[in-house]
């Protein structure tokens, strides 16, 4: 049996030096290697052997097959580089290079890139960036923000309360889904005396649901109180951010509004990027600010001293600081700055309407 396992491994030797190809060296494998092959057959028929010539038959059969094993691995390797580089100058295809082009990994949403051009925009101008809860009491979402009870803003149609009973007499308030980032304008203030300049971006809920409202969306409203603020400092940073999202030409306007945690109250408005003569012939009036010359986007004013007292304590005295805020939606920003039409076409993940941005 020892002559013909030596005779097997020399045959198989010559076989895979001569053999041209990685098919002819798949058939020598299985020729010699596979379940029918007379060395498998030979290592079977080993345990029917004399038991004094049991281990050296064994030995020389693994060892020849070994041996077979690393020839097969080692031509192969040297016959698939010679395919592959003969293939390559033939002009075929290599298909463990990545696709050219290769595919996009993905791109950011609409709404992430407004928010962090907004961020940018209000940090080179001196903010920080502020985060705080989503889920909030109705102390920091509406009373230390001068809501008086009975304000429709915290009646069940237009808020999420979310905490049971239960949960909110434990707490000795009621607990809901922020329905503006404000409560994180207080909760500043809490943790930091003036001055204090913040941008708080973020998620906030709302019952209220169509083309251009969604349950769930994102506003961003900036913070800036010192001693010797004035209307004229909101109006100019109002300024810089529209002129670095709408374009360097923008002008701004403001019209008296009220919003119960500042006063005076305004809401403002840019100058429309889309015309350049405001109102036009009723055939040729633009889609965007409808022929005015001017389109809404937030709403401002001057902290009012109430919210001032909730964190006096913490070096907030009306007397002695003033400051203002601003907000406005994000998604109304994209909205305006890329002529999206309906708000719900950034939600749906429309790889032809995200893949334009980023």
Same mark, same amino acid.
């Given at each position: ?230 209307? =004229?400092? %909101? $109006?100019?940073?109002?300024?810089? #951010?529209? !002129?670095?999202?709408? /374009?360097?030409? *923008?002008? &701004? ?80 920003? =994209?909205? %305006? $700055?890329?002529?999206?039409?309906? #708000?719900? !076409?950034?939600?749906? /993940?429309?790889? *032809?309407? &995200?893949?334009?941005?980023?």
């Amino acid at each position: 049996m020892l002559d013909e396992i030596q005779k097997i491994g020399s045959e198989a030797e010559q076989k895979i030096s001569a053999a041209k190809t990685t098919a002819e060296i798949e058939e020598i494998r299985v020729e010699y290697l596979g379940r029918r092959s007379q060395l498998t057959s030979l290592l079977r028929g080993i345990a029917e052997l004399p038991d004094a010539e049991k281990a050296a038959a064994g030995k020389a059969a693994n060892q020849v097959r070994a041996e077979i094993e690393s020839l097969l691995s080692e031509r192969e390797t040297a016959l698939a580089d010679g395919e592959m580089a003969e293939s390559i100058a033939g002009g075929g295809i290599d298909i463990s290079l990545p696709g050219a082009p290769a595919l996009p990994i993905g791109n950011l949403n609409l709404i992430t890139l407004t928010r962090r051009r907004i961020e940018d925009l209000m940090v080179g101008l001196g903010y920080r960036v502020a985060e705080g809860p989503e889920i909030e009491l109705d102390f920091y979402n509406f009373t230390a923000l001068n809501h008086p009870e009975g304000h429709p803003a915290r009646m069940v149609q237009d808020t999420f309360y979310v905490a049971p009973g239960s949960l909110a007499r434990a707490l000795d308030d009621e607990v809901l889904l922020r329905t503006h980032t404000s409560p994180v304008q207080v909760r500043a203030m809490e943790s930091q005396s003036p001055p204090l300049f913040i941008v708080v971006p973020g998620k906030v809920y709302r019952r209220d649901s169509d083309a251009t409202h969604s349950p769930m969306f994102h506003q961003v409203e900036g913070l800036a109180v010192a001693e010797g603020i004035t209307l =004229a400092d %909101l $109006k100019g940073t109002l300024l810089e #951010l529209l !002129r670095g999202l709408f /374009g360097p030409d *923008r002008e &701004i306007r403001m019209r008296p509004h009220f919003f119960p945690f500042t006063e005076p109250s305004v809401e403002f408005d840019v100058s429309c990027f889309a015309c350049s003569e405001g109102v036009t012939e009723e055939s040729q009036r633009c889609g965007l600010c409808k022929g005015i010359g001017w389109i809404e986007v937030g709403g401002a004013g001057m902290v009012d001293p109430e919210v001032f007292g909730f964190v006096e304590s913490n070096g907030y005295d009306p007397e002695r600081i003033q400051g203002f805020a601003f907000g406005m939606g994000i998604e109304r920003i =994209a909205m %305006l $700055k890329h002529g999206i039409g309906d #708000l719900r !076409r950034i939600f749906e /993940g429309d790889v *032809r309407l &995200i893949g334009q941005f980023g």
